[in-house]
């Protein structure tokens, strides 16, 4: 078991072939963002902050069950924390209401550099139907509208995978930045 876990950890051949051969596109994605991932930390231990901007719930019960046996994201070191001080990325969900416009700024500003910021669900990514709706920030209640997003995963509500996938590819923008920060300091 140790070595299997080794191996899963340190070696970029090894792959799950259930996964890469699912009927599900969302399980697929899954599989080839971890087949291709790289070896930095931010790409392999994802700590993610959830700020729920006005949603109705429906995207933070498919984050629920991303946490479940069955998708088990902890083994993909997909890692839910309570601080933003302790946040890599900042998962946004539901179209951004003005009582929340602040907090999520706050939140956003308490995270430590490299972050990065993910839309989910179709509230987060795309905003309310029609214009300048006097509830909403930004009159659209768009997440990017109010801050950088560096992914977005739409759907109404995305399944857990494709929540998954959106953080691991969060985890990629991370790495990235990483990388970007060490060599501007050289």
């Known amino acids: 078991m140790l070595l299997e876990n080794l191996r899963y950890i340190f070696d970029r051949r090894y792959t799950d072939k259930v996964s890469a051969k699912s009927d599900d596109p969302a399980i697929r ?9 790289s070896h930095s930390p931010f790409a392999r231990s994802i700590h993610v902050r959830m700020v729920d901007a006005g949603s109705p719930n429906d995207v933070e019960l498919e984050e629920g069950l991303m946490m479940s046996p069955r998708v088990d ?7 839910f924390v309570a601080s933003p001080r302790h946040a890599d990325v900042l998962l946004v969900t539901g179209p951004v209401a003005k009582n929340m ?16 910021v993910v839309a989910a669900g179709d509230g987060a990514c795309f905003g309310w139907e029609g214009k300048d709706n006097y509830a909403l920030a ?36 991370l790495a990235k930045k990483s990388e970007e920060h060490h060599h501007h300091k050289k």
């Open 73 to 79: 994201a902890e083994r993909f070191g997909v890692h």
């Open 138 to 173: 930004a009159g659209t209640g768009k997440v990017e509208d109010v801050l950088h997003v560096d992914v977005k995963v739409p759907g109404n509500p995305p399944t857990p995978y494709q929540l998954l996938a959106g953080i691991l590819k969060a985890g990629s923008v």
């Open 29 to 37: 994605e899954v599989a080839q963002l971890l087949k291709g991932r």
């Open 101 to 116: 416009h602040i907090a999520l700024i706050k939140t956003y500003e308490a995270m430590a550099e490299p972050r990065a």
